[in-house]
Nanobody, 124 residues
Framework: QVQLVESGGGLAQAGDSLRLSCAAS????????MAWFRQAPGKEREFVAA???????IYTDSVKGRFTISRDNEKNTLYLQMNSLKPEDTAVYYC??????????????????WGQGTQVTVSS
């Protein structure tokens, strides 16, 4: 069974850093696009960042300069380094993947495999 499992969420104060991980299991992803989305309470799930198999990354404007997406293809793992956290970053963070596609997109419907989410709470 193919799964994405996120970890690394938790409580943080404004200005702190957290690193999220997303481990893919069940098979090796090749030429896959992977992404992070988040959903704050009472809001729609939104795009955060995405990275192609070759390392091309895109970000939503609100996290540019603070968050860094990366991946270790040998370990089948996706990361999101979050620095200078703000209370508005509070959300459940989801990783997503689309195997066999070498591009990335910001739209949720592009990705066909999702993790269960990890909570990030940032206090002021």
């Amino acid at each position: 069974q193919v799964q994405l499992v996120e970890s690394g969420g938790g409580l943080a104060q404004a200005g702190d850093s957290l690193r999220l991980s997303c481990a893919a299991s069940g098979r090796t992803f090749t030429n896959s696009g992977m992404a992070w989305f988040r959903q704050a309470p009472g809001k729609e799930r939104e795009f955060v960042a995405a990275i192609s198999w070759g390392g091309y990354a895109i970000y939503t404007d609100s996290v540019k300069g603070r968050f860094t997406i990366s991946r270790d293809n040998e370990k089948n793992t996706l990361y999101l380094q979050m620095n200078s956290l703000k209370p508005e970053d509070t959300a459940v963070y989801y990783c997503a993947a689309r195997d066999g596609i070498m591009v990335v997109k910001t739209t949720q419907s592009f990705y066909d495999l999702w993790g269960q989410g990890t909570q990030v709470t940032v206090s002021s």
